[in-house]
């Protein structure tokens, strides 16, 4: 069974600092990694996607992927109080159009 | 505007019925899903497909029928066989992005309620 991990926190930060959330995956093999935001009761939104080893930066978003340690990362620079939400790590499994999903990590970002 | 719709947002079902969710998408993605989030959880695959009269199950199949019969549709039937129904489903669909990777987007969702 693959599985895809996350702290489900809540993580709390203060507004304006660095938000870094983390996620570790079992199947070496997959090549496509996601991060997805959801507020309560919404559905999940897609911030950012990586498929290459370092990192891949947009606006105020930075994701890593290190494959060698299966582990994908989202920093969030400047955290605003809009930004807490729930922090889904995807990963698309290798050889199949499936996607696993992590439980989330939940972000607060205090104002 | 391009989307993923998904009916109805809510419904409540009494135990020993079937339900349908629809799921249309206008995106012309190849690719369909059916997801299941539960409180404080993460989302669990129920079903996808890939193309058109085609589809295969996902982690927590059981209890739950789907089909594609077109490629903008991809409905799912909640049998009375699904013990735990009460949940938010979610539908989604990919596209290979112009930068290589498939990318899943997601509709709104609907919140099936077992009273």
């Known amino acids: 069974q693959k599985e895809v991990e996350q702290n489900s926190g809540p993580l709390s930060v203060p507004e304006g600092a660095i938000a870094s959330l983390n996620c570790t995956y079992s199947?070496?093999?997959?090549?496509?990694f996601f991060w997805y935001r959801q507020y309560s009761g919404k559905s999940p939104e897609l911030i950012m996607f990586i498929y290459s080893n370092g990192d891949k930066e947009d606006g105020r978003f930075t994701a890593q992927l290190n494959k060698a340690s299966q582990y994908v990362s989202l920093l969030i620079r400047d955290s605003q109080p809009s930004d807490s939400a729930t922090y889904l790590c995807a990963v698309m499994v290798s050889g199949t159009y499936k996607y696993i999903f992590g439980t989330g990590t939940r972000l607060k970002v205090l104002a | 505007d391009g989307g993923i719709t998904q009916s109805p947002k809510y419904l409540f079902r009494k135990e020993g019925q079937n339900v349908t969710l629809s799921c249309e998408q206008n995106?012309?993605?190849?690719?369909m899903y059916w997801y299941r989030q539960d409180p404080g959880q993460g989302l669990r695959l129920i079903y996808y497909s890939q193309i058109v009269n085609d589809f295969q199950k996902g982690d927590i199949a059981e209890g739950y029928s789907v089909s594609r019969e077109k490629k903008e549709s991809f409905p799912l039937t909640v049998t009375s066989a699904q013990k735990n129904p009460t949940a938010f489903y979610l539908c989604a669909s990919s596209t290979r992005s112009s930068s290589g990777a498939n990318v899943l987007t997601f509709g709104a969702g609907s919140r099936l309620t077992v009273l």
């Open positions: 995106l012309n993605h190849d690719a």
């Open positions: 199947d070496r093999g997959s090549q496509s």
